[in-house]
């Protein structure tokens, strides 16, 4: 919205500037032109996680996430933070520099030894992160005729998200997670 804004600024000052200096070489064509290319590349960024972008850089990404770095690789940031009131681990991966991918692995979730257990932490992280997205879309839940895993999927314009809360079969140790992905192009 403030690139939008700057750019609309932007936009008024160069108008203002060639109507008082005629002689300009700039023609209304041409402003048009650069406001459409402006505007295109400020809209076509879309939205991934925690101001953050699809296909910013590692160092856009490093300038913005002010929590404990773990770990860094040629394609991959990690942080110690908190999420969803969780302690989390948020792993951002790069393809070719740009960001696609975002993990958030949320600890100190408890064992549950019971699927409404397991089920009622689910129903917990849902209505958190359908509050943190946002939006009144419901997600598209699977799993209820599992006994192990429940997941739940929103699609929405800037991003996909999958929510997934799974218990292993030996310990009955119970994981949590959230994934972030650049929406598929129709």
Do not use: C
Request: no cysteine; aromatic share 14%; hydrophobic share 35%.
């Amino acid at each position: 919205m403030k690139k939008i804004v700057k750019i609309t600024l932007m936009i008024i000052v160069l108008s203002f500037l060639t109507l008082s200096f005629p002689n300009q070489d700039l023609t209304v064509q041409a402003q048009t032109k650069t406001y459409e290319s402006i505007v295109k590349k400020a809209s076509a960024k879309k939205y991934a996680y925690r101001k953050t972008y699809w296909g910013d850089s590692k160092k856009q990404v490093k300038k913005v996430i002010k929590s404990k770095l773990l770990d860094e690789d040629k394609n991959n940031l990690l942080y110690r933070t908190k999420a969803l009131g969780y302690t989390a681990n948020l792993q951002f991966v790069f393809t070719k520099n740009k960001l696609d991918t975002v993990f958030v692995s949320l600890g100190g979730v408890e064992k549950y030894d019971t699927w409404g257990k397991m089920k009622y932490l689910h129903d917990i992280l849902y209505k958190r992160l359908k509050k943190e997205l946002n939006t009144k879309k419901d997600g598209f839940t699977s799993g209820y005729d599992s006994y192990d895993k429940i997941n739940t999927l929103w699609d929405l314009k800037s991003r996909s998200v999958f929510l997934s809360v799974n218990e292993s079969d030996w310990d009955y140790e119970t994981s949590a997670g959230i994934m972030y992905q650049e929406p598929f192009e129709e």
